[in-house]
C-alpha cells in the first residue's frame, strides 16, 4: 500500500472524530460561555454585592412567577397617599405594615393619623410617623369592616364597625365602648379620592422591589434552572459535549502523535 493511500486510509478513521469534535465544540460553546461569565460572578458575589442587587424587569420577574398582587388599594389620605399592595401597607413610600390583611380606611384628625385594617389598626402622628399599633391583644374588636369619626362626642373620637356593632374608642385607645350607631360618618375607601395610573406606579415598584435579586438570577443562569427541569437538562448536556469534546480531541491528538513517531521511525 502506498504511503498515500496509508495517510487517506488514517484520515478517513479519524475523520468520525474531527466532526463529532466540531460539533461538540459548536454545540458547547454559548453554554461554556455563560457558565464561564456565571461562574466569574459567582466567585466575586461578595465583591459585587450581587445579593444587595434587585431585578426589575418585568418579563424576567414574570418569568419567576413574580406577578402584581390581585389585592391593590389607592387612595388620598389628606397629604399623604395611603396604599395597600398585596398584604404590605404604605403611607407615601414608607412602609407600615407588611402582614395587612385588608386595608379599611383611614381618618385625619386634628393631632394624628388613624389608619384601620381589618386586623389592626396604626395611629400615626400627622409627619407620618408611627406611634402605636393597636392590636386584638390591645383589646382592639376585629375583624374590622369600617371607620367612623363621631360627630355626637369629642372629635377625636374614633368609631369601628366589626360583626355589625361600633364601638367607640377613649383617648388612648385601651378601651372601646359598644355604642349605638347614631350621627356617624363613615369614612371608608369608596368615600376618598382614588390615585391615578402615574400615581400608582411607584407603588408597584415598591411592591416588586427586593423579590429577585441578582444573585438568585446568575446561580440560576449557571445551573440552568432558569428554563427549570429543561435548562438543567441542557447543562447536563452541554457538560456531555464537553466530554466528548475532551475524549476525542485527546483521541485525535494520541492518532496523530503515533503517526508523528512512526513517520520518524
Known amino acids: 500500500m502506498s504511503k498515500r493511500k496509508h495517510k487517506h486510509k488514517n484520515k478517513g478513521r479519524l475523520l468520525p472524530f474531527i466532526k463529532l469534535h466540531r460539533w461538540s ?20 458575589t461578595h465583591e459585587l454585592q450581587l ?5 426589575k424587569n418585568t418579563l424576567l420577574l414574570n418569568w419567576y412567577g413574580i406577578r402584581l398582587p390581585e389585592q391593590q388599594t389607592f387612595f388620598k389620605l389628606g397629604a399623604y397617599n395611603l396604599v395597600q399592595v398585596g398584604h404590605k401597607v404604605y403611607l407615601d413610600n414608607k412602609l407600615l405594615a407588611s ?5 379599611i380606611g383611614g381618618i ?8 384601620a385594617l381589618e386586623n389592626a389598626a396604626l395611629l400615626l402622628t400627622l409627619d407620618g ?6 392590636t386584638p391583644d390591645q383589646d382592639l374588636p376585629v375583624p374590622i369592616t369600617s371607620v367612623y369619626k363621631s360627630h355626637s362626642q369629642d372629635n377625636s ?22 355604642i349605638k350607631p347614631d350621627n356617624l360618618k363613615p369614612v371608608t375607601i369608596k368615600r376618598l379620592k382614588r390615585l391615578s395610573e402615574t400615581e400608582k406606579e411607584p407603588y408597584y415598584q415598591l411592591w416588586l422591589d427586593n423579590k429577585l435579586s441578582l444573585e438568585t438570577v446568575v446561580l440560576d443562569l449557571h445551573s440552568g434552572r432558569i428554563l427549570g427541569q429543561f435548562g438543567v437538562f441542557i447543562m447536563d448536556l452541554a457538560a456531555s459535549f464537553l466530554l466528548v469534546l475532551s475524549i476525542s480531541g485527546f483521541w485525535i491528538w494520541f492518532k496523530r502523535s503515533r503517526k508523528r513517531i512512526r513517520h520518524r521511525l
Open 108 to 115: 385625619e384628625m386634628e393631632d394624628y393619623l388613624f389608619i
Open 129 to 134: 410617623e408611627l406611634i402605636e399599633k393597636l
Open 25 to 44: 465544540g459548536l454545540v458547547s460553546l454559548i453554554l461554556v460561555i455563560i457558565l464561564s461569565i456565571t461562574g466569574i460572578l459567582l466567585n466575586h
Open 157 to 178: 373620637a374614633i368609631v369601628i364597625q366589626s360583626h355589625n356593632k361600633y364601638f367607640i374608642s377613649d383617648d388612648d385607645y385601651l378601651t372601646w365602648t359598644n
Open 99 to 103: 402582614d395587612a390583611l385588608t386595608l
Open 51 to 55: 445579593k444587595n442587587h434587585y431585578i
